[in-house]
């Protein structure tokens, strides 16, 4: 089982929604991430949480925005989102920003 | 973004072969990870390695981090229908939080 919870584990929205992912971890790691990751491809970094505070926004668009309410808590407000938006949504974290990184089982997301 | 180059792509094997497959990079890394991602599930850690020349074995699972620190090569004994899935290198330096992928390769059992 995954240390890292994420919730919901499926999501079907239309590009007028808003709506929010969620991410858990209790391992007491200070570093959480978003990954976005299409069919057969790697997954790709979107924001890095280190300590609370945004540390690193990969020129992700604003339709995407990440809050971190707290060390064990990472969510992800979407709102008027594309069709290609489709992926699955990865969260991680790791003790202190470095590596490993330790991956939820992520949330499949499906713009309509 | 900068990917590692892994390889091969795709593996089609019989169950009880042995399996190879390794991730070059143009840049040196400190750190080298391995992932088995199975279908609709996020990737799982297989082995981390921090060193040079550094060889690690989890089970039937052994990794190799290069001894240039370009490259890692990851070995499978005695492969099992549960091996199946896409396996993932990465890579990443002391001081720098991002992680670079490896394409990845999809390992298929042949019945």
């Known amino acids: 089982d995954t240390e890292v919870t994420q919730t919901p584990k499926h999501l079907v929205m239309g590009m007028t929604n808003k709506k929010s992912l969620k991410c858990e971890q209790h391992m007491g790691h200070r570093a959480m991430y978003w990954y976005k990751q299409k069919a057969k491809k790697p997954p790709e970094l979107m924001f890095v949480y280190s300590y609370e505070k945004l540390s690193i926004n990969e020129s992700v668009p604003s339709r995407f925005s990440p809050e971190c309410p707290n060390s064990s808590l990472l969510n992800l407000h979407l709102h008027a989102l594309q069709p290609e938006d489709s992926a699955l949504y990865l969260c991680?974290?790791?003790?202190?920003?470095?590596?490993?990184?330790?991956f939820g089982n992520g949330t499949r997301l499906t713009v309509t | 973004g900068q990917q590692l180059n892994q390889s091969p792509q795709s593996m089609f094997i019989q169950e009880g072969e042995d399996v190879s497959m390794n991730c070059t990079s143009s840049s040196i890394f400190n750190t080298w990870l391995w992932y088995k991602q199975d279908p609709g599930e996020g990737p799982v850690l297989l082995i981390a390695l921090y060193k040079a020349g550094e060889l690690t074995s989890n089970g039937r699972l052994t990794a190799q981090f290069g001894i240039t620190r370009k490259d890692s090569f990851l070995n499978i004994s005695a492969s099992i229908p549960s091996d199946v899935g896409i396996y993932f290198c990465?890579?990443?330096?002391?001081?720098?939080?991002?992680?670079?992928f490896g394409t990845g390769t999809r390992l298929t059992i042949i019945p």
């Open positions: 990465a890579g990443s330096n002391f001081g720098n939080e991002k992680l670079t």
């Open positions: 991680a974290s790791s003790q202190d920003g470095r590596a490993p990184l330790h």
